[in-house]
């Protein structure tokens, strides 16, 4: 007789926002402000978390021949939010640094 599994519910967070799973950033292009959101998950802290500005001109990842304008934006953003990154997945700036430089 096959062993009975504990059904799971999905949580609403992630139904709401609309993504596969915890951890997995999602484009908002019809978002006012925030071009970005995630449902973040730590041990059994979950947070909806918003984030970027919307057509903003980022960096993204590094690119062989990439020009000295963009070496120093990324640069600066990464300065100018350290602490905030450092911060872990329960931060906005963490997953900004992640997807969008």
């Not at 519910?9 to 993504?19: F, G």
């Not at 951890?23 to 019809?30: C, Q, Y």
């Not at 021949?65 to 934006?73: I, L, N, Q």
Request: hydrophobic share 35%.
């Amino acid at each position: 007789m096959p062993a009975k599994r504990k059904a799971r519910k999905k949580d609403s967070r992630l139904k709401r926002a609309k993504v596969s799973g915890y951890n997995k950033p999602k484009r908002t292009p019809g978002h006012a402000k925030k071009s970005h959101i995630v449902v973040a998950k730590v041990g059994s802290k979950v947070k909806t978390i918003r984030f970027g500005q919307q057509g903003a001109k980022t960096a993204g990842k590094p690119k062989a021949g990439e020009s000295a304008a963009m070496k120093a934006k990324r640069r600066s953003f990464k300065a100018r939010h350290a602490k905030n990154i450092a911060k872990g997945k329960m931060s906005a700036a963490y997953w900004a640094n992640k997807v969008k430089w």
